[in-house]
C-alpha cells in the first residue's frame, strides 16, 4: 500500500509571514492537528496544535488580557516564530509501511506529501494509518471467526 492511497489531498496551510491567529483559527475551526507551513508551493515547516497551545498559553503570553471572566490572547506573533523547520517529507509513492515506521522513530504525528518538484501535495497523518490499521484488523478478525466456525 503506497501514501497516495491514503493521505489526505486537501491540505491547510500556513505561510511563514502569517499571524499565529490564522493558523490557531485552520487547526480549531477545521478539527485538525498539523498545518504544513509553506513557501511558494513548497514546504518549510510544520505547526502542530501543541506548538500553538504552546505559544498561546499564560505562562508563556505576556500579553494575556484579563477581563475577569476570560482571558483574551493578543499574538502579534508570526508563524515563522512558533513553527518547526527540517520537516520530515514523503512521496505519494512511498510505502504506507515505510512512512508509519518513519512516524514512530521521530515520534511526530503527520508527514507532508510532496511531489518530485517538492511541492505539497497532501499530508498523512497517524489517523489516516490507524484507520486503515483498524479496517485491515477487523477484516482479518472476521476472517478468523468464519474459519473457527466451520470447523
Known amino acids: 500500500m503506497r501514501v497516495k492511497e491514503l493521505m489526505t489531498s486537501k491540505v491547510f496551510t500556513v505561510e511563514q509571514q502569517d499571524l499565529i491567529d490564522r493558523?490557531?483559527?485552520?487547526?480549531?475551526?477545521?478539527?485538525?492537528?498539523?498545518?504544513?507551513?509553506?513557501k511558494k508551493g513548497k514546504v518549510v515547516g510544520m505547526v502542530?496544535?501543541?506548538?500553538?497551545?504552546?505559544?498561546?498559553?499564560?505562562?508563556?503570553?505576556?500579553n494575556v488580557i484579563e477581563t475577569g471572566v476570560t482571558e483574551m490572547h493578543v499574538i502579534p506573533?508570526?508563524?515563522?516564530?512558533?513553527?518547526?523547520r527540517g520537516v520530515l517529507t514523503v512521496t505519494p509513492d512511498?510505502?504506507?509501511?515505510?512512512?508509519?515506521?518513519?512516524?514512530a522513530?521521530?515520534?511526530?504525528?503527520?508527514l507532508p506529501v510532496v511531489?518530485?518538484?517538492d511541492k505539497l501535495v497532501g499530508i498523512l497523518s497517524a489517523t489516516d494509518i490507524l484507520r486503515v490499521f483498524s479496517k485491515i484488523?477487523?477484516?482479518s478478525e472476521n476472517h478468523a471467526e468464519t474459519m473457527s466456525g466451520n470447523e
Open 137 to 139: 484488523e477487523k477484516t
Open 77 to 84: 506573533k508570526k508563524v515563522q516564530n512558533i513553527m518547526r
Open 23 to 38: 493558523a490557531f483559527f485552520l487547526i480549531h475551526y477545521e478539527k485538525i492537528r498539523h498545518l504544513p507551513v509553506v
Open 48 to 62: 502542530s496544535d501543541r506548538d500553538l497551545y504552546k505559544a498561546l498559553g499564560p505562562k508563556n503570553n505576556p
Open 94 to 103: 512511498t510505502y504506507a509501511s515505510e512512512a508509519a515506521a518513519l512516524m
Open 115 to 117: 511531489n518530485k518538484d
Open 105 to 110: 522513530d521521530n515520534k511526530v504525528g503527520a
